[in-house]
């Protein structure tokens, strides 16, 4: 039977693949609980440490539990069990659990957050979107090619069924019938990054959290078409490449560990509902 690594084992592994000077310098990565000398059997990967997410790793008996997101970005003053951070940090130590942070350095890294999202649309000829490093070969989003081109109508309803459901689903933006062969993908919030993906000249992007005017703009320029999923549901596909990618690590190494990804949907909308008012009937409308 291989030993078990311990969590300093799986930090530098995980580092190795996200380095932590990959950050944006307002990010807080690395890890955030545990002791490093503790041995880890199992391993949980989850995209947000919410408390939700906290009890399941505690309920199975996580030793460590890797997310995507900051528990502790921003400045905390007390971790009191009445506020959620500190009920987090308290279950956190109380269960004898590490957390791990990799953020925007794993949103940078080849393979990363933007490759899986690509992978999971069945993208090929992967390219960074903003390249970075000395060979360009890592950076935020990715831009691809579909094995066919097919109708934007489609490719929105590929993107539904490639992602994990929550209540807000996929919108899409553009005339349903316009073709799509190449695509720009950002995992997470992405409508900073609409001038790179004009100069790319892709006939679709797809990322997360667009806002109105962003994307207004960005429709008045034509092209591309947008496709807008959850933040989490583009992410989420970056766990079972990371949990693989530990394991096999890993076992090169002469250790091994369990990992399960959380299918915790941890996505805040719960719901949504569709408004039949009509605008134009309403009194002062423009017409």
Request: with cysteine; hydrophobic share 45%; proline share 8%.
């Amino acid at each position: 039977m291989l030993p078990f690594p311990s969590v300093a084992d799986v930090v530098a592994v995980l580092d190795g693949f996200y380095d932590p000077a990959w950050a944006e310098d307002w990010d807080s990565v690395g890890l955030v609980t545990g002791d490093r000398d503790a041995p880890v059997r199992r391993v949980l990967f989850a995209v947000d440490p919410v408390q939700a997410v906290i009890d399941e790793a505690v309920e199975w008996g996580a030793d460590l539990l890797v997310t995507h997101h900051p528990l502790l970005l921003r400045a905390v003053h007390t971790v009191a069990t009445d506020q959620p951070k500190g009920r987090a940090v308290t279950a956190l130590v109380r269960g004898d659990i590490a957390l791990f942070v990799a953020h925007t350095n794993a949103d940078v890294a080849c393979p990363g957050v933007s490759d899986a999202l690509a992978e999971a649309l069945t993208l090929s000829d992967l390219r960074p979107l903003v390249p970075q490093g000395p060979q360009g070969d890592r950076g935020l989003g990715r831009v691809g090619v579909l094995p066919e081109p097919e109708p934007l109508a489609d490719f929105g309803r590929r993107v539904a069924a490639a992602l994990p459901a929550t209540a807000t689903g996929v919108r899409v933006a553009g005339d349903p019938a316009s073709v799509v062969r190449t695509v720009a993908v950002c995992g997470g919030a992405g409508d900073g990054l609409f001038d790179a993906v004009r100069r790319c000249g892709v006939d679709v992007y797809v990322t997360a959290d667009l806002r109105h005017h962003p994307a207004s703009e960005a429709r008045e320029h034509g092209r591309p078409a947008l496709v807008d999923a959850a933040h989490w549901a583009t992410e989420w596909p970056w766990l079972p490449e990371a949990a693989r990618a530990l394991t096999d690590a890993l076992a090169r190494r002469g250790t091994t560990v369990e990992v399960r990804v959380s299918r915790i949907v941890t996505d805040p909308w719960t719901a949504t509902a569709t408004s039949a008012h009509d605008p134009s009937t309403t009194r002062g409308a423009p017409r």
